[in-house]
């Protein structure tokens, strides 16, 4: 794969190809007393998609110094939960089209990336060249520049999507384009303000992008 020229789109998990973003809410609130955070009760769920993810932090008290542990301890409720857990409407076909494009695509997750695996095996969405794990939620682009480097990609032949604002820190710091959804954890609104190079608003939009 690499060095064979073809153009990269790398897809976060969560949010972006699972429609995850209940289930990720019901296990940020099961782990609040555990590690002695605010729980997001229903008043609070659009200013929970109006925060970046430093800024949940802050709002909630999410201890950083706990973060790994939180992560961790996620990634194994998750697991659990995983057959809630489908795929975003009309994302699957999506996938397969840009595969049958010829693109080489990948998935970078602060997931666990069985889970991930797990996940697109259950439904049947074999179309991925890599699946990469990242521990460090703010650690998305480090591992981006390793995965860049490891299989040759270039950057201006290689796009991340995601649903997230660190989603596009983490493109923009690889000198990536940068596409954002607005049909996962953060809103439309907050993520328009963090500048991606593209923004869509629902699978099918990602044909007219690539």
Known sequence: ??????????????GTIADS?????????????????????GKDVPLFQ???????????????WKLFFIVR????????KLPQVSPVEGM???????????YALGILTSNAEKNVRDFLAAHGIDVFDFVYSENNLFGKARALKKIMRRHGFLPD???????????????????LMSVAVSWGFNSKEVLEKFTPDYLAEQPQELLKIF
Do not use: C, H
């Open 92 to 102: 699957r076909e999506t996938l397969v089209m840009l595969r049958e494009r010829k």
């Open 50 to 64: 109006n925060l970046s993810s430093r800024q949940v932090m802050q709002r909630f008290g999410v201890p950083k």
């Open 1 to 14: 794969m690499a060095g064979d020229g073809r153009k990269v789109i790398i897809f976060d998990f969560d």
């Open 73 to 80: 301890k996620g990634k194994k409720l998750f697991r659990a």
């Open 21 to 41: 973003f209940l289930v990720l809410l019901e296990i940020f609130n099961e782990m609040a007393d555990i590690y002695k955070y605010e729980k997001v009760v």
């Open 157 to 175: 032949k290689t796009a991340y999507v995601g649903d997230e604002t660190r989603d596009i820190e983490a493109a923009k710091k690889n000198g």
